[in-house]
């Protein structure tokens, strides 16, 4: 048996690293994206994907306070026939467990959890075959992207929320010696003790499409400030969850911890968990990925708690001109085609002129550039092997839904049409729907359609789509836009666009980068000044309001 002490020695070289890389905020990865075997070993994948099988059609094996009976409630979007089952949560038992692990967690101090954080990811980051697996086959995801996603990229995150939470923790010093000079006397000598004291147990609601990415840096942030955390997995994507809760639970058992201070809540859609949850007396965080739905009625009932929600809304690319025509197409054309848009960083509404745009091409009325993304689209896409591994499969009738209702409502530029994928047959892979709208047209451009929806907006002028970009955004929402021109005086006015309405920018992607990914311990995903989010992944705010400092004091010099 070790303890946490020990851990955070072990680990305090990779730990002062990510504090350091989330404050200079330049390239930084802990843990390697690419799936080679010249990376993690010629065993590593075989060995991963056996471990994942080995969990199929059987009860999952992890401990929860608690549980009456068991639930079953995954599908694959792949087709794969998944079959686990996992207990079923008492909510009151979890919040009793969670509370009763407190003290001694607290006991552990700020350094001590970030070692034990470490350790859980580095033993994640060795099951990321399997969890690439896990992903892959509750989310749609391909097979690459999740282990990129879901694995490395979702690793990298939480031990972002780990450093910044580490860094908080150290800006107030554990121990100090305090003295007031008197006139004629000595000193008047204290000494001050400084502990974080976590806020209180914590809750983690998974969503279906992203449930490691979007849960890591809550659970870590709330692991490393002090508090215990109950995970709620949505019923669609558990077992990437699941596997979480698992290593954490050893982990800490391990090092003399009570595994209690994280847990798994598996429930039957309809059990209604996350909101019993999340309102709950001693339930003082909740970290939400989902609908705006659901994160809407968080913000406004778990009144009790901090809430951190990221929800969905209006990503909007506004089109002005462009020096690399060809290089804006590739680049779009890819961002509205991975994992078949069912990102929350998706550009779903495109603004262009009703002019044109001028390009290197020479210019381009809406019309043509409908039809030239639709001509790189059709590039892309065009290869079903090669689609399937961008597109990944649908996640759920929901988007699905969405994607038919879009289709039969609105003129398309490209339509959306069905790819077969000989490795699953039974896969359901659909390429993005454009569809062409006006400016009027703001009933539709102002809901969200989450999946492979995009509209081509005609609108005035640039000054107009930089107007419609601020309202939207500023109404309802957005967590990523994008400019391409080749204005300074655009630029600018993006730029100043961008931040009245509280969105991230990027401007004149036409390379590698891509408007809907974000890179850990460099970018800020969500800013909490829009409808979209409440926080930013990963910032101070988003872990300084998950624990209290609390002071002691005593005469005398420290011993």
Same mark, same amino acid.
């Given at each position: 048996?070790?303890?946490?002490?020990?851990?955070?020695?072990?680990?305090?070289?990779?730990?002062?690293?990510?504090?350091?890389?989330?404050?200079?905020?330049?390239?930084?990865?802990?843990?390697?994206?690419?799936?080679?075997?010249?990376?993690?070993?010629?065993?590593?994948?075989?060995?991963?994907?056996?471990?994942?099988?080995?969990?199929?059609?059987?009860?999952?094996?992890?401990?929860?306070?608690?549980?009456?009976?068991?639930?079953?409630?995954? #599908?694959? !979007?792949?087709?794969?026939?998944?079959?686990?089952?996992?207990?079923? %949560? =008492? *909510? @009151?038992? +979890?919040?009793?467990? &969670?509370?009763?692990?407190?003290?001694?967690?607290?006991?552990?101090?700020?350094?001590?959890?970030?070692?034990?954080?470490?350790?859980?990811?580095?033993?994640?980051?060795?099951?990321?075959?399997?969890?690439?697996?896990?992903?892959?086959?509750?989310?749609?995801?391909?097979?690459?992207?999740?282990?990129?996603?879901?694995?490395?990229?979702?690793?990298?995150?939480?031990?972002?929320?780990?450093?910044?939470?580490?860094?908080?923790?150290? #800006?107030? !010093?554990?121990?100090?010696?305090?003295?007031?000079?008197?006139?004629? %006397? =000595? *000193? @008047?000598? +204290?000494?001050?003790? &400084?502990?974080?004291?976590?806020?209180?147990?914590?809750?983690?609601?998974?969503?279906?499409?992203?449930?490691?990415?979007?849960?890591?840096?809550?659970?870590?942030?709330?692991?490393?400030?002090?508090?215990?955390?109950?995970?709620?997995?949505?019923?669609?994507?558990?077992?990437?969850?699941?596997?979480?809760?698992?290593?954490?639970?050893?982990?800490?058992?391990?090092?003399?911890?009570?595994?209690?201070?994280?847990?798994?809540?598996?429930?039957? !859609?309809?059990?209604?968990?996350?909101?019993?949850?999340?309102?709950?007396? =001693?339930?003082?965080?909740?970290?939400?990925?989902?609908?705006?739905?659901?994160?809407?009625?968080?913000?406004?009932?778990?009144?009790?708690?901090?809430?951190?929600?990221?929800?969905?809304?209006?990503?909007?690319?506004?089109?002005?001109?462009?020096?690399?025509?060809?290089?804006?197409?590739?680049?779009?054309?890819?961002?509205?085609?991975?994992?078949?848009?069912?990102?929350?960083?998706?550009?779903?509404?495109?603004?262009?002129?009703?002019?044109?745009?001028?390009?290197?091409?020479?210019?381009?009325?809406?019309?043509?550039?409908?039809?030239?993304?639709?001509?790189?689209?059709?590039?892309?896409?065009?290869?079903?092997?090669?689609?399937?591994?961008?597109?990944?499969?649908?996640?759920?009738?929901?988007?699905?839904?969405?994607?038919?209702?879009?289709?039969?409502?609105?003129?398309?530029?490209?339509?959306?049409?069905?790819?077969?994928?000989?490795?699953?047959?039974?896969?359901?892979?659909?390429?993005?729907?454009?569809?062409?709208?006006?400016?009027?047209?703001?009933?539709?451009?102002?809901?969200?359609?989450?999946?492979?929806?995009?509209?081509?907006?005609?609108?005035?002028?640039?000054?107009?789509?930089?107007?419609?970009?601020?309202?939207?955004?500023?109404?309802?929402?957005?967590?990523?836009?994008?400019?391409?021109?080749?204005?300074?005086?655009?630029?600018?006015?993006?730029?100043?666009?961008?931040?009245?309405?509280?969105?991230?920018?990027?401007?004149?992607?036409?390379?590698?980068?891509?408007?809907?990914?974000?890179?850990?311990?460099?970018?800020?995903?969500?800013?909490?000044?829009?409808?979209?989010?409440?926080?930013?992944?990963?910032?101070?705010?988003?872990?300084?309001?998950?624990?209290?400092?609390?002071?002691?004091?005593?005469?005398?010099?420290?011993?």
């Amino acid at each position: 048996m070790t303890n946490p002490a020990e851990l955070y020695r072990t680990h305090r070289e990779l730990l002062d690293r990510a504090v350091q890389a989330a404050a200079e905020r330049d390239f930084w990865s802990a843990f390697p994206e690419s799936p080679s075997k010249s990376v993690y070993g010629e065993q590593a994948a075989p060995a991963g994907e056996r471990a994942f099988t080995a969990l199929l059609g059987k009860p999952f094996p992890i401990e929860v306070p608690g549980a009456s009976g068991s639930v079953t409630t995954e #599908r694959s !979007p792949w087709g794969l026939e998944l079959g686990v089952s996992y207990p079923r %949560a =008492d *909510p @009151l038992a +979890l919040i009793a467990a &969670a509370r009763a692990a407190v003290p001694g967690w607290r006991a552990a101090g700020p350094e001590g959890r970030a070692g034990v954080a470490a350790e859980i990811l580095r033993r994640i980051n060795a099951a990321t075959f399997t969890m690439a697996h896990a992903v892959q086959h509750t989310t749609g995801q391909a097979f690459v992207m999740a282990f990129q996603a879901g694995g490395t990229h979702a690793q990298d995150r939480g031990l972002e929320a780990v450093a910044v939470a580490l860094a908080a923790a150290r #800006r107030t !010093p554990a121990v100090s010696a305090w003295a007031k000079p008197q006139r004629g %006397a =000595d *000193p @008047l000598s +204290l000494t001050k003790t &400084a502990t974080m004291v976590g806020r209180g147990v914590a809750v983690v609601i998974g969503c279906t499409t992203f449930p490691t990415w979007n849960s890591y840096p809550g659970l870590f942030a709330s692991l490393v400030t002090g508090n215990p955390v109950i995970v709620k997995p949505h019923p669609g994507a558990v077992l990437p969850l699941a596997l979480t809760v698992k290593i954490c639970r050893e982990v800490l058992a391990e090092a003399g911890q009570n595994p209690d201070v994280v847990t798994l809540a598996a429930e039957e !859609p309809g059990d209604g968990i996350a909101a019993t949850l999340a309102t709950h007396p =001693d339930v003082r965080i909740v970290d939400f990925t989902g609908s705006s739905e659901f994160g809407d009625w968080l913000e406004a009932n778990a009144r009790q708690a901090v809430v951190y929600t990221e929800k969905a809304g209006l990503n909007t690319v506004i089109l002005d001109s462009t020096a690399d025509y060809r290089g804006l197409l590739r680049n779009l054309a890819f961002s509205l085609s991975l994992y078949s848009g069912q990102m929350c960083t998706t550009p779903q509404n495109l603004l262009i002129p009703r002019d044109g745009i001028t390009t290197d091409a020479g210019r381009r009325t809406p019309d043509e550039f409908g039809a030239d993304l639709a001509a790189a689209l059709g590039k892309l896409l065009g290869d079903p092997a090669r689609a399937a591994g961008t597109l990944g499969a649908i996640v759920n009738d929901g988007v699905l839904s969405r994607l038919g209702e879009a289709s039969a409502t609105h003129p398309a530029l490209h339509p959306s049409a069905a790819v077969d994928d000989r490795q699953f047959p039974g896969a359901t892979i659909r390429t993005p729907l454009v569809a062409r709208l006006d400016a009027a047209d703001e009933k539709v451009y102002t809901r969200e359609w989450f999946g492979p929806v995009s509209f081509l907006v005609t609108t005035d002028s640039t000054e107009h789509s930089l107007q419609i970009f601020t309202e939207t955004v500023r109404t309802h929402g957005a967590l990523t836009a994008l400019v391409h021109t080749t204005s300074p005086q655009v630029i600018e006015a993006a730029r100043e666009a961008a931040l009245d309405a509280g969105v991230h920018l990027s401007e004149n992607l036409t390379g590698g980068v891509f408007v809907n990914q974000t890179a850990a311990f460099s970018d800020l995903h969500g800013t909490g000044a829009n409808p979209a989010a409440t926080a930013a992944l990963t910032d101070e705010a988003f872990v300084t309001g998950r624990f209290f400092t609390l002071q002691s004091r005593r005469h005398g010099d420290p011993a």
